[in-house]
Structure formats: C-alpha cells, structure tokens
C-alpha cells in the first residue's frame, strides 16, 4: 500500500533537494512502466490523468486503474488528476479514488481562479486530498501564449485558498516537441521565496536537462510534469517496433515491445531530479 497524496511526498522531495516527476499516463502500458522505473530509482512518482486521457477513458475507469498500480508498488505513487476545471470533475475524481487534483483557474481573474480553488481544496481536504493550483498561464507550444505568473499573486493565491503545491508560468510552455524552453529562473527564486508550497513546472518537456537538475537541486521546483518528451520515445519505438517486423499485428505483443524503451527514458527523467 504506497498510494500517497501529493503534499507529503512534495514535502519531503523539497526537504532532500529533489524533484517528483508528474508523468502524464494515456493507458495502462504508461502505467506500468512509469511505476517500474520509479521502482528502479527507488523515487517517489505522480501518475497523472490529464484531460486527454480522460477524454479518452472515462475517470471511474482510471480512479482505480492508478490505485491498482500505486497500492502494488514498492515506492509512494501519487495518483493526480491533472488539469481539473470545474468542482464536478475533481468531486468525480475523488469518487474514483485519485489521491490528488489540479484545479487549474489559470484562465479565470485573480478574484475567481482564488473562489474556485479555495472550494476546491475545502472539499479534497476532507477527503484526505491534495490540491495543485495555478496562477499565470503556462501557454501550449504554437496555439496559445503563456501569462507569466506575478509574484503578489501567487502569494495572495497561495494564502487565501491553502493549495498544497503551486504551477507557476515562468518561460515553460506545454507541448514542446524540443528542450527549448529558456527559464525565468530568477522569477522562480523570488516566488518561491515569498510562498511557503512546493513549486511545479509545467511544460517541463522542454526544459533543458541541466535547468531541471539545477531546480531540483536548489529545491526551488518540487514537481515537473512531463508528458510530451515520453510520448515521443513511445511514438517512435512503436514506429520502429512495426517497421522492424511487419507480420506483427498482435496489438499486446506490439505493446510488449514499447515497455523497454519508455521504461528506459523515463528511468533517465527520474534519476535526472535526484
Ligand atoms: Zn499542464
């Protein structure tokens, strides 16, 4: 039984000067390599539901399906939702059994994304539930542009609402296919300063290896949520994995093939925050 919420295991990440990984997860064969190579490194890991993947599977499916992994594994798994909206989908969320949630206000003013998150973490906190918030915008990668987080908000967030950990826009942006991402590192410093939860990084993909170690290390940013830089390790294994053999049809035994290779990278992504 290692389900964990995400506020300890942020606590104690920080303590130790490392960083959790927040791996975003589209279906089982995610699942078992992320738990397995967390294993490896004998690190903490969030397995996180983001809208995509709920779009694709519904929350009562995945509620369980991450709790079957976490409570199986030898490390503290923190089963997330990632990108939560509106107070039905997080109150659905709990229901299933995730251990945390992000209500993500970041497109709503001050006045509102504070109302929301702070119903939010009244009803997750009852229930043993952590919360992530966001204040900024962390844009996505040739659609929508990023709103840096201003200091005096995220402190005014972070008092009048209680969130346990806190996504901040500082030169990351979701979805980038490259590490190119060039961080305000100065701006992090001085909002971790000033609030007293553990920072997170969206976007973290394109976050250059070096910047993410160096964040960790000074305990400035306690979770990067990387989805994109695993997609493409899967995306291109599968690719290989088809044109190496192309009598192979079997949809598990295609599966099969991918596990190395995700558990490999995600294995580096780990180890890189410890
Ligand atoms: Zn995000």
């Not at 490392?18 to 903490?44: R, S």
């Not at 996180?48 to 009562?60: N, V």
């Amino acid at each position: 039984m290692t389900i964990a919420s995400l506020e300890p295991v942020l606590f104690h990440a920080r303590q130790n000067r490392q960083a959790i990984a927040g791996l975003v997860v589209l279906g089982w064969e995610d699942v078992t390599a992320f738990v397995a190579a967390a294993e490896a490194e004998n690190m903490p890991v969030i397995l996180q539901a983001g809208p995509g993947c709920r779009a694709h599977t519904p929350l009562s499916i995945l509620g369980p399906m991450l709790r079957y992994a976490a409570e199986r594994a030898s490390v503290p798994v923190v089963c997330h939702l990632d990108h939560g909206y509106e107070i039905k989908e997080i109150e659905e969320a709990i229901e299933a059994g995730f251990s945390s949630v992000m209500i993500d206000g970041s497109k709503k003013p001050l006045s509102q994304n504070i109302e929301i998150t702070g119903r939010v973490v009244s009803i997750a906190h009852k229930a043993g539930v952590s919360v992530e918030g966001e204040i900024g915008f962390v844009g996505y990668a040739g659609t929508k542009s990023s709103k840096g987080t201003k200091p005096n908000e995220a402190v005014k967030l972070v008092e009048e609402t209680g969130v346990d950990a806190l996504a901040i826009s500082a030169g990351n942006i979701h979805l980038q296919t490259d590490s190119s991402a060039i961080i305000d590192e100065k701006l992090v410093q001085k909002i971790s300063q000033k609030i007293a939860c553990p920072i997170v990084l969206h976007g973290a993909s394109g976050i250059p290896y070096q910047v993410r170690r160096r964040l960790a290390k000074s305990g400035l940013v306690s979770k990067f949520n990387i989805g994109t830089e695993l997609r493409q390790v899967f995306g291109s294994s599968l690719r290989d994995t088809l044109a190496n053999d192309p009598d192979l049809f079997d949809r598990l035994a295609i599966l099969s093939e991918l596990h190395t290779p995700l558990f490999d990278a995600t294995r580096k992504v780990i180890s890189n925050l410890k």
